[in-house]
């Protein structure tokens, strides 16, 4: 049993001991993700969960960043469309990510360089997270007139509301080791053991009955910030859209195309 597939903007692969590798794919933009990056990991997670034998998912970015949240150019394009589409683009993130957070199996993130805006939605929704000693966190979207409504829940749950009140408010960047103090990260390591400290977790994960394994993380879900009524996630969404297209998030938005600062710093 080994498959490949992907879209341009994410790769994914399984081998033969159903361990798939789910890979952000656009190292250009530092992995920014956008509607392709947002679609395609829908797509990679859909597939893979309805794949008899898979045992634990692996997700990485390519090249030197893990993931640099949203592509704010192509978020301004957004903005300007109509509110369903608004509302379709956050729906789509938010199911992505709440897909990783309920798959069936184990799921791993190995971060290296930066992990920035809906990047830590990402890692918080995976079950074991390893960084790099090069890693770079950020709850970053109140700098750009926006809000993290649909990754809040997760993260919420990876490093609790305290934590929140602070990273989230301030969007401020954190260290490697700043994210394991707080919950976000499990281990750090050198860049280059990445690699042999996620196999390392999966010889771990693989000792476990896989069913004993499912039972166990949907019961702890169960009892998560992130275990949410449709009606919330719903509000979640609407939440994000309204806020996307708000008149801070334009100036924002503007901001950060025009190389400066936004209204609103007077330092």
Not at 4 to 15: C, F, I, M, P, Q
Not at 76 to 97: F, G, L, P, Y
Request: contains cysteine; glycine residues 8%; hydrophobic residues 45%.
């Amino acid at each position: 049993m080994k498959r490949e597939n992907s879209t341009r903007a994410v790769l994914w692969k399984l081998d033969e001991r159903g361990i798939a590798q789910v890979i952000l794919n656009r190292p250009e933009v530092n992995n920014a993700y956008d509607g392709a990056l947002i679609d395609g990991l829908l797509c990679a997670l859909d597939a893979l969960a309805s794949t008899s034998g898979l045992r634990a998912i692996i997700v990485r970015g390519n090249g030197p960043h893990f993931q640099a949240g949203a592509d704010l150019k192509w978020l301004d394009d957004v903005r300007r469309s109509s509110r369903e589409e608004n509302i379709r683009i956050s729906r789509t993130t938010a199911q992505a990510v709440q897909r990783l957070n309920t798959a069936p199996v184990p799921t791993i993130a190995l971060v290296q360089g930066g992990c920035l805006g809906g990047g830590t939605g990402i890692v918080a929704a995976c079950d074991v997270v390893i960084a790099a000693e090069n890693a770079i966190f950020s709850i970053s979207e109140v700098r750009w007139g926006l809000i993290a409504a649909i990754i809040i829940p997760q993260l919420n749950d990876a490093i609790g509301v305290r934590q929140m009140r602070r990273y989230a408010l301030t969007g401020e960047r954190f260290d490697a080791q700043t994210a394991r103090r707080i919950g976000l990260v499990h281990e750090v390591v050198p860049s280059a053991e990445l690699d042999q400290a996620g196999q390392r977790v999966l010889d771990q994960l693989l000792a476990g009955e896989p069913e004993a394994i499912a039972q166990t993380k949907s019961l702890v879900i169960e009892s998560a910030w992130s275990n949410i009524e449709p009606s919330q996630f719903d509000r979640l969404i609407t939440k994000h859209t309204d806020k996307r297209q708000s008149s801070g998030a334009a100036e924002g938005l503007a901001a950060f195309a025009g190389k400066r600062r936004p209204s609103w710093q007077k330092f």
